[in-house]
Each structure stands twice: as C-alpha cells, then as structure tokens.
C-alpha cells in the first residue's frame, strides 16, 4: 500500500526560485492537507481541501499556493521562494468518516538558502 | 482559539521503564483529542484519539492516554517503554472535521538500553 507519497524527498531552492511540491494518496480520501513542521514549533497547516475542486487556508499560508488537481494529488507550489520557508512538508489524508484520522507522507526536506 | 502545550522537549528513560508524556490543551468546548508518533525521517502515525465515552483510550504499540476535562490534560502513557519507542510525539486537538487541527509542539522521546 502506497499510501500518501510526496516527491521530491529533498530539495534546495535558491532565493526567489519556484517549485512546486507534489502530493498524491490513493485511499480515495477526500480531504488533503499541507503542513509545515519547523523545530519548536510542530506542525502548522498551510492549506487544505476538504473536498475534490476545494481549497482554504490554513493558519500560516502567505507564500504559498495549492492546487487540487484531482481526488487523488494536491500539490504546493512556492512561487518565489524564501529562506523562511526552509522546512519540512508534510501532505496528509483523511476519510470522511468518523476516524477522524489523518494519513502523512514521509515528508519533503526543503532548504531555501 | 485553541492551543496544545507539551511542556516536555525531551524525555529520557530507561528501556522497561514506564512513561509519562503531557499534554495540556486549551480549548471552548468538547475536544477533539490525538495523539501521533514520529520516526525519525518518516511522516506522523496516529497513536490514539479521545472523542468521547471512557475517558481512558487504549491505542496502538501499548500505548493509552487519559482524557481529564478538569486539568485540560490529555497525557500519554505505557506501562513498559521498549527502544523501538524511541521518537517524536506529538498531541494534537481540535473541533472535529479534521480541517483545523492544532499540534504541539512535541516531545522527544529517547529509550536508553
């Protein structure tokens, strides 16, 4: 079982450089989230889209864009890239059920120098 | 607004010895309450979850927590830690819908042999 996979795994960006951070699950999950995990801080939520064609922000999204492409993929795209934004992704999943679990990916290390 | 406080950084105890994590949460009204585990290099697993009904909640690996609405608390533990235990906890709260999780900021958890 795939699970939720995100590509890349590491990457640096130079200041003021674009990428785009790939997400896809293949549980047929609805909801999709994108966090941020920096040291001392846990994890904070960048954006999510609790349904296909649904975005919204979440509590630290200045920076950066999402697109729910399908049911499957949400991607994260930085479009002019930051040293503040030197962290560790993680794309999550969830059911619409009562579980109320969430499913992580093993995360993307982004260095922007 | 709500807000999880985990007032251990890192926690060291000996393998066969029993753990306590704390978890102390702000939050208006009945929460929703998580507990999830990080290997190192890996996204986050759920351990745990408190909804309602009992308010001691078994989860995965041996692990249960205890939801006590008077202290806002919501501390994990296990009876016997094993070196595999070793990682980072997180305890997370929130309204339930699972769009607007609060972690905190985790506990490092190290097992000595």
């Known amino acids: 079982n795939a699970g939720v996979t995100q590509t890349p795994k590491f990457q640096v960006l130079k200041t003021g450089q674009s990428m785009t951070l790939q997400c896809a699950q293949d549980m047929n999950h609805n909801s999709m989230y994108w966090y941020r995990q920096d040291p001392g801080m846990g994890l904070r939520l960048i954006y999510y889209s609790a349904s296909e064609g649904t975005t919204d922000k979440g509590e630290v999204p200045n920076g950066y864009n999402v697109s729910r492409l399908n049911k499957r993929e949400f991607s994260l795209r930085l479009e002019s890239a930051a040293p503040s934004q030197t962290s560790v992704y993680f794309c999550?999943?969830?059911?619409?059920?009562?579980?109320?679990?969430?499913?992580f990916g093993s995360g993307t290390q982004l260095s922007v120098l | 607004a709500q807000s999880v406080t985990q007032p251990d950084i890192h926690i060291t105890v000996s393998e066969g010895a029993s753990l306590e994590l704390r978890c102390n949460y702000s939050y208006g009204a009945t929460p929703y309450l998580f507990w999830y585990v990080q290997s190192p290099g890996q996204g986050l697993q759920l351990l745990l979850k408190?909804?309602?009904?009992?308010?001691l909640v078994q989860g995965i690996k041996g692990f249960e927590a205890e939801f006590k609405r008077s202290q806002s608390s919501f501390n994990l533990r296990k009876p016997s830690v094993h070196w595999s235990d070793a990682a980072e906890y997180f305890c997370?709260?929130?309204?339930?819908?699972?769009?607007?999780?609060?972690f905190g900021t985790g506990t490092q958890l190290k097992v000595e042999l």
């Open positions: 999550a999943s969830r059911a619409l059920d009562r579980n109320e679990k969430l499913f």
């Open positions: 408190y909804f309602s009904g009992d308010t």
């Open positions: 997370a709260v929130g309204p339930g819908g699972g769009n607007k999780l609060t």
